[in-house]
């Protein structure tokens, strides 16, 4: 079974207008990190917003949120009043804990397109 | 910023030539990670490190191998490379000792040809 699972390939959005990227994910650690990060056309990695498995609240970042539904195991990112600098590859991460050591693995990615 | 350094940056090579990739991080941090990221597959972990000679492997670790024998230094070597490690290379690292978040940063990445 897939642990993240991002089920949009590609999406295109009007500038302004609100984005929800999709993400679901599988463990049985009761104590996980969700992530999501940026990849431009330029290629770097750059890390937008994190959520504990025990945070209370939702995490926000400027214009980035994450609507975590911890019972439906999903992490969706909220990018409110998209601006074409948007325009990326988006990847959902999920962060386990196992004998001290701890990995990260990552969706296949959302290509997210602004359009003016 | 995280100090992670990625060499080479772009790599042609023949298939059945050894290559070695070297990551390099001043941040003295204890994880370190090789990623490879292909069209469809996003990222998928190869091998990673949780201290000096101390490393694991990664869900597509065939046909690699990895060495750290500074904290600074992660080195992943392709034995004998073949045309499906034709990837794009990604060497992260987590401050997860410092910040509970345990957020990766990556280096630049490495493209690797193989012909």
């Known amino acids: 079974a897939q642990k993240i699972t991002q089920t949009q390939p590609g999406m295109f959005v009007q500038e302004k207008e609100a984005v929800t990227l999709d993400c679901t994910y599988d463990?049985?650690?009761?104590?996980?990190?969700l992530f999501w990060y940026k990849q431009p056309s330029s290629g770097e990695m750059i890390f937008l917003i994190y959520q504990g498995s025990y945070d209370q609240q939702n995490a926000t970042e400027g214009r980035y949120s994450l609507n975590f539904q911890k019972a439906r195991k999903s992490a969706n990112l909220v990018i409110s009043a998209s601006q074409l600098g948007d325009s990326a590859m988006y990847f959902c991460a999920m962060r386990e804990r196992f004998f001290g050591n701890e990995k990260l693995t990552f969706g296949t990615g959302t290509r997210l397109t602004i359009i003016p | 910023d995280a100090g992670i350094t990625q060499s080479p940056r772009h790599k042609v090579t023949e298939t059945g030539t050894p290559v070695t990739l070297r990551c390099h991080q001043t941040?003295?941090?204890?994880?370190m990670y090789w990623y490879r990221q292909d069209p469809g597959h996003g990222l998928r972990l190869i091998h990673y490190?949780?201290?000096?000679?101390?490393?694991d492997k990664g869900e597509v670790s065939d046909g690699y191998s990895v060495s750290r024998s500074k904290t600074e230094d992660f080195l992943l070597t392709l034995e004998s490379a073949t045309s499906s490690q034709t990837s794009v290379y990604f060497c992260?690292?987590?401050?997860?000792?410092?910040?509970?978040?345990?957020?990766?940063?990556f280096g630049e990445g490495s493209r690797l040809t193989v012909l």
């Open positions: 463990t049985s650690d009761p104590s996980y990190g």
């Open positions: 992260a690292i987590s401050e997860s000792e410092t910040r509970d978040t345990g957020e990766l940063f």
């Open positions: 490190s949780y201290g000096v000679k101390d490393t």
């Open positions: 941040e003295n941090h204890r994880y």
